[in-house]
Nanobody, 117 residues
Framework: QVQLVESGGGLVRPGGSLRLSCAAS????????MGWYRQAPEKQRELVAA???????NYADSVKGRFTISRDNADNTLYLRMNSLKPDDTAVYYC???????????WGQGTQVTVSS
């Protein structure tokens, strides 16, 4: 069973930056997508950014130009660099792994990001 553990959340002022990390236990899927989702209070969970095993990336329009998703294959870690943070970015951020045409769908426990002055 693959496990995902997020870290790096916290409280930051508007305009500030954070880097989230998602450490994944070893897995052997050749084709997969890892991504970051977020859920604000009373809102649905939404995709923030995703990266395929072929390094294709996809970003929500609201974060394009401010957030960058990356991966360190040596450490099996997914990152989300978040710059120019806004109060609307406040949410619990979740790491996700999908593989085998969605039959594998794993979530981390989430990490809170709060953007406030």
């Amino acid at each position: 069973q693959v496990q995902l553990v997020e870290s790096g959340g916290g409280l930051v002022r508007p305009g500030g930056s954070l880097r989230l990390s998602c450490a994944a236990s070893r897995f052997t899927f050749r084709s997969y997508t890892m991504g970051w989702y977020r859920q604000a209070p009373e809102k649905q969970r939404e995709l923030v950014a995703a990266m395929t095993s072929s390094d294709l990336t996809n970003y929500a329009d609201s974060v394009k130009g401010r957030f960058t998703i990356s991966r360190d294959n040596a450490d099996n870690t997914l990152y989300l660099r978040m710059n120019s943070l806004k109060p609307d970015d406040t949410a619990v951020y979740y790491c996700n792994l999908k593989a085998l045409y969605g039959t594998i769908n794993v979530w981390g426990q989430g990490t809170q990001v709060t953007v406030s002055s």
